[in-house]
């Protein structure tokens, strides 16, 4: 049977293999300490990697708290994207960390800087998030555990990138403030019982003016030891934002989609087309299997080394 369990809310995902009577039975038995069961009526959409729902069993709630590794997430399972299945992973990339400033892309709910935070002597860590209620929950789990070494940005990894390599304005950003995500959180639409948000609108609200705009021209660029991107469908195509930020012997963790199959000859093409691209050198450290998403098609970790 194919759902999450994701503090006491459970979500059925797609494709379902059985009716919806003997899912709301088996996992109602199972857990008894669920609240609502949600099924999941779409793969998931961009631009914020959320599908829609539908609430099939219980409270119609879509918040809850999720606990991994003693660590408290909070998240709102039908506007911000959340996988428990990728917990180990998380705790396996924050081991990794030194004495260092890392950069986690595509940060949701910070679920990598707070590891990475917890488990790490990691200096700082700046996190990158566009949609603005996963930042909203981002910023409470930093204070729901006790976090203060990550500072979170809103918006586009394409337009922020520049921004926070600058090494006088990296801190001065005021991204942490709660009220500021507040602010510009579209209202969200809930029509019989399906959620979802206007995703269009929602991209326009986010106001980047507040962002100081800096002149890089002349500007010494502040260079992180390492860059997460766990954008598996696209994190190559932001790799022309991340090579200018990572430091010479820099570790870049790229996540991809990839058949068994050619998951090693898929990571080495990617890298030789790309590194020509970009013009920097690279040598691979790990490739790993992180997950399934469909039978035989793996979510794939690259852990590399930049030479530049
Ligand atoms: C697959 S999720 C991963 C979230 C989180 N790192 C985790 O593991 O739970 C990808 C996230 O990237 C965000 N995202 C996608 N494109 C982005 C962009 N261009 N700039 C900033 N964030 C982006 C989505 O909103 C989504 O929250």
Redesign the pocket.
Same mark, same amino acid.
């Given at each position: 049977m194919s759902y999450d369990i994701i503090g006491d809310i459970a979500v059925i995902k797609k494709p379902m293999k059985l009716r919806e009577e003997e899912y709301i039975k088996e996992i109602r038995n199972r857990y008894k300490f669920i609240k609502t069961i949600l099924l999941q009526e779409t793969d998931v959409l961009p631009?914020?990697?959320v599908p829609k729902y539908r609430v099939l069993y219980g409270e119609d709630k879509t918040e809850t708290i999720s606990i991994e590794y003693g660590l408290k997430f909070k998240v709102d399972v039908v506007r911000?994207?959340?996988?428990p299945r *990728?917990s180990n992973e998380r705790y396996r990339i924050a081991k990794e960390v030194k004495e260092e400033e890392v950069l986690v892309?595509?940060?949701?709910?910070n679920?990598?800087p707070i590891y990475i935070s917890k488990f790490s002597n990691a200096k700082k860590i700046y996190s990158?998030?566009?949609?603005p209620f996963?930042v909203k929950y981002g910023l409470e789990n930093l204070r729901l555990n006790k976090i203060n070494n990550v500072i979170t940005f809103l918006?586009?990894?394409?337009d922020i990138y520049l921004y926070i390599g600058n090494l006088e304005d990296r801190d001065a950003i005021i991204n942490n403030n709660i009220d500021y995500i507040n602010d510009i959180i579209y209202s969200n639409i809930e029509v019989n019982n399906i959620y979802y948000y206007e995703e269009n609108e929602l991209i326009k609200n986010i106001k980047y003016n507040k962002i100081k705009k800096i002149d890089f021209i002349n500007k010494s660029i502040k260079l992180f030891d390492r860059i997460i991107m766990? *954008?598996p469908k696209e994190s190559h195509n932001f790799l022309e934002y991340a090579i200018p930020l990572i430091k010479s012997n820099g570790i870049i963790h790229l996540y991809q989609f990839f058949r068994e199959e050619e998951i090693e000859n898929n990571s080495y093409n990617l890298l030789d087309e790309y590194s020509k691209k970009l013009n920097f050198e690279y040598e691979i450290l790990k490739i790993l299997k992180v997950g399934d998403i469909a039978p035989g098609i793996y979510r794939v970790c690259i852990d590399f080394k930049v030479i530049k």
């Open positions: 631009p914020y990697r911000t994207y959340y996988s *990728l892309m595509f940060s949701g709910v679920v990598y990158i998030e566009w949609n996963a918006g586009d990894v394409r766990p *954008l």
